[in-house]
Structure formats: C-alpha cells, structure tokens
C-alpha cells in the first residue's frame, strides 16, 4: 500500500529540546505533507514538500525528503508544551488524479515543560 | 486566514438513519475531499470531487455514501442508512490545486447507536 508510516509511535521530551519524527513510505509520490493534531482536533497543516525538493523550513520546522529512500523526517525545534499533538505524515500516490492523500498512524509527541 | 468550516461539530444518530455533514471549502478552492478517522485509526480517503463530479473514490465509498455541492460554498456528505461502524470523526478538505496542501476542516464526530 502506499501509506506513510512514522516512527517513532510515542516521543517524549523536555521544553527546549528538538524533536524528530521520521516518515516512510512505499510507492513514488508528488509530495508529502505533514500535519498536526492535537486530542480529538482537526489536522493542522504543518507543510507540503514535493517530490523534487530535498528540505523545507517554516519557523521552527524543518521537513527533508530523501525519495531514493522514501523516507522523510520532521524536525521541530525548541520544542514546547504546545507542540505536545500527534504528528502525521501525507503522501499522495502519482496514480492518484486528484491526490488523494495516504497517512500513518502518526507520531503522538508530548513535551514536558 | 480563510479556512474550512464543518458543521455540525458533533452528530448523534441511530443505526439505519440517514445524516448529512456539512463543508464550508476555502472560497478559491477547487478541489474537494472527505476523509474519516475511525478512534484510534488512521485518517483514510474517502472521496475526492471537482468540477462538479466525483474524481475518485475508496472502497470505504460505496452506494451508502453520496456526496455534493448544492451552491458555491457548500460540500455536502450523506450516509443514506448508517451503521454502527460509520462511527468516527468526518473531516472535510479542499485545496487550490490538486497536488497543493490540503486543508481541513475541524471534523464532524458522528456517533451511529
């Protein structure tokens, strides 16, 4: 199947430390995405990497993409409290017409002040 | 920022009854999908939608399920007889192009009895 799969399942750290969560997956893709969602919540997005970009920042994320691996990785730094959610990542499918999107079953980080 | 809205925020049924969720998309979007997320589970695809039609659909989206846009601002999706296993959170999304970012709304949480 085409789904992304994070790793790892559970991250817990301290405020101020950064926090890294890994996404792979199987199949070649467009782009990927990653999103947020804290207990019971919508999905936030975070950010959309294509297929022919290596690395992304938007303040304190940076998203890499490494498609000869198929595999992409989230880096929050300075992390909080407020970033204590579940973190997913998206991947649409090139056989996908209008990108219908694949997740993981996420990363739940939590952030200990 | 403009961004999708779902009414109602939580639906309470009983088995065999028919429900409709309602979407508010971006204004300038074009491109519409339902997702759901059983507790506990991953988000899965439901069904995308442009121009008026349905472009793609799962095997989750079978003669149960119809979707439309009745006006230029609402996206609709109707279970025409609910089930038990119709329980879950209903999240709808839409973006500007069809390999953009996909936003979402906060969700419908739908509880079949």
């Known amino acids: 199947s085409q789904q992304g799969e994070e790793d790892p399942q559970a991250l817990s750290i301290q405020e101020g430390e950064n926090a890294t969560m890994n996404c792979s997956y199987k199949?070649?893709?467009?782009?990927l995405q990653w999103y947020r969602q804290n207990s019971g919540r919508g999905l936030v997005h975070l950010i959309l990497?294509?297929?022919?970009?290596r690395e992304k920042h938007s303040g304190r994320l940076r998203v890499t993409l490494d498609t000869s691996k198929k595999s992409s990785s989230l880096l929050i730094t300075a992390s909080r409290a407020a970033d204590t959610a579940s973190y997913f990542c998206a991947t649409d499918g090139r056989g996908s017409t209008l990108g219908r999107l694949y997740f993981g079953r996420g990363t739940q980080l939590t952030v200990w002040p | 920022e403009p961004e999708v809205t779902q009414t109602p925020s939580h639906q309470v049924t009983q088995m065999g009854q028919e429900v409709i969720l309602r979407c508010v998309p971006i204004s300038n979007h074009l491109y519409f999908y339902w997702y759901r997320q059983i507790l506990g589970q991953k988000v899965e695809f439901l069904v995308s939608f442009y121009n008026n039609e349905i472009s793609e659909k799962s095997e989750i989206f079978d003669d149960q399920f119809s979707v439309e846009r009745p006006d230029g601002s609402n996206f609709t999706l109707k279970i025409r007889s609910t089930k038990l296993e119709d329980s879950a959170m209903y999240f709808c999304?839409?973006?500007?192009?069809?390999?953009?970012?996909?936003?979402f709304g906060p969700g419908t949480r739908l509880t079949v009895l």
């Open positions: 199949t070649s893709i467009n782009n």
């Open positions: 999304a839409s973006s500007a192009w069809r390999y953009n970012e996909q936003f």
């Open positions: 990497i294509r297929s022919n970009e």
